[in-house]
């Protein structure tokens, strides 16, 4: 049990170091305006938000064609001499 007693202290700083985050971080967070609020909230519900929001990737190479497997092995054949 005295092993773990030079835990005390780092934990006691981090529980400290929570607290006061938790603390400071509060008092940023205001009351937002309902109007704005609900503009808000309307333009994240739009159809098109998303796509006017985050455009699709683009690709530098052409995607290759991939082979259709039909699940069968398949020899090749072999030319008759």
């Known amino acids: 049990m005295e ?3 030079w835990l005390v ?5 981090a529980v400290l170091a929570m ?4 603390w400071v971080g509060r008092e ?4 937002v305006d309902r ?5 808000r909230l309307a333009g994240a519900l739009e159809p098109d938000a998303r796509k006017r929001r985050r455009p699709a990737p683009g690709y ?3 995607q290759p064609d991939r ?3 039909t699940g069968v092995a ?4 072999r030319r008759a001499s």
């Open 35 to 39: 109007e704005v609020a609900v503009r």
């Open 74 to 77: 398949v020899r090749p054949s």
């Open 67 to 69: 082979d259709r497997s």
């Open 9 to 13: 202290p780092s934990a006691v700083v």
């Open 28 to 31: 940023g967070r205001g009351e």
């Open 60 to 62: 530098a190479a052409p």
């Open 3 to 5: 092993i773990l007693l």
């Open 19 to 22: 607290l006061w985050v938790a």
